[in-house]
């Protein structure tokens, strides 16, 4: 498989990573339901024998579970093959699983160690700061605490803790504040058909400025795989968090199913499901690096690994934009 220069981290990372949210399993605050961790296993190992080389997962992702997952995923996996491992931090938990937010430098160093033994690894390939702020504030230029987070992940590199650091879910005035203190390798933002925010500022800063961006949600969480149905998910699990999702609800899914129907046409032409285009679709503006792919069973790997080799042709890009624009 292809792999791409990774930033300025010297890696080369192919252009589809393997996601591990769902895989952290049900019962905490952003669970997309029970999940089996068998199947967990195996959608990992046959992401890595297809030829993905990263992972990326984070310490909130099932409070530590999705971490001890991986762990154990990869432990199976020959030295010469293991994946990259990307994990994010500042989002914590309580005792019953209840989330916030902490940039607190003394906070992000006990979150690294758990990491680090949940993983059990002694550096972390990339660490990045999960979010700048929590909820409505996440997009404030003016969150606090960025400067001084930036600069304790800045001493984890330098202690050899994590190789290099990155963000997510920053906007361009949130990684101009931390530029000057360390270079940013990544960023890892939301981007798919239907989410298309980041082209204005986000995508051209980070080409700009050498930053690697390495985008999630390109099939708009499930949205456009081509497997949902109004009936699944009107039975997902009451601890799925698409159930609150307004993408997943009226007046918006209508317009969001004919897409799919779109997507699944243009798949159609080339023998690919429309997950493959969805994903090609992110993959082929030049400042993403990688797009990352959630997966919870092999079946699933094997739905979406084609979209690594995958090329649109410039006219079906403009069928996809024009259709994008309608839902």
């Known amino acids: 498989m292809e792999k791409r220069p990774f930033g300025n981290t010297g890696f080369g990372i192919t252009a589809i990573g393997l996601g591990a949210w769902a895989i952290g399993g049900g019962g905490w605050t952003f669970a997309w339901g029970p999940q089996d961790d068998g199947e967990s296993i195996d959608a990992i190992r046959r992401a890595v024998d297809c030829g993905i080389n990263w992972i990326d997962t984070a310490a909130a992702y099932g409070t530590g579970h999705s971490e001890e997952i991986v762990a154990r995923a990869v432990a199976e996996i020959p030295a010469g093959q293991k994946p990259l491992i990307f994990t994010k931090c500042s989002l914590v938990w309580d005792e019953k699983r209840n989330i916030s937010h902490s940039l607190e430098p003394e ?192 079946e699933q790997v094997d739905g979406f690994i084609g979209a690594a080799e995958f090329r649109l042709a410039p006219e079906e890009i403009e069928e996809i934009d024009r259709a994008g624009t309608l839902s």
Request: glycine letters at 6%; charged letters at 25%; hydrophobic letters at 35%.
């Open 107 to 298: 906070s992000l160093r006990r979150e690294l160690e758990g990491s680090l033994r949940r993983l059990r690894v002694e550096a972390v390939d990339l660490y990045q700061i999960h979010w700048p702020a929590f909820g409505p504030y996440a997009r404030d230029p003016g969150a606090p605490g960025l400067e001084e987070a930036w600069s304790a992940l800045s001493e984890m590199k330098k202690e050899g803790k994590v190789r290099f650091i990155g963000v997510s879910n920053f906007n361009v005035p949130q990684m101009e504040r931390i530029r000057p203190i360390a270079p940013v390798s990544s960023l890892q933002p939301p981007y798919s058909i239907l989410s298309r925010d980041i082209e204005r500022e986000i995508l051209p800063y980070c080409e700009s400025h050498g930053i690697s961006a390495i985008v999630y949600s390109p099939m708009k969480s499930g949205l456009l795989t081509g497997a949902m149905t109004r009936e699944r998910i009107a039975n997902f699990p009451q601890d799925d968090w698409r159930r609150n999702s307004p993408d997943f609800k009226e007046p918006k899914l209508t317009q969001n199913l004919k897409l799919v129907e779109k997507l699944r046409a243009i798949g159609a032409r080339h023998g690919r499901s429309p997950a493959e285009v969805a994903i090609a679709w992110t993959l082929r503006h030049p400042a993403v690096t990688g797009t990352i792919v959630g997966a919870r069973s092999r």
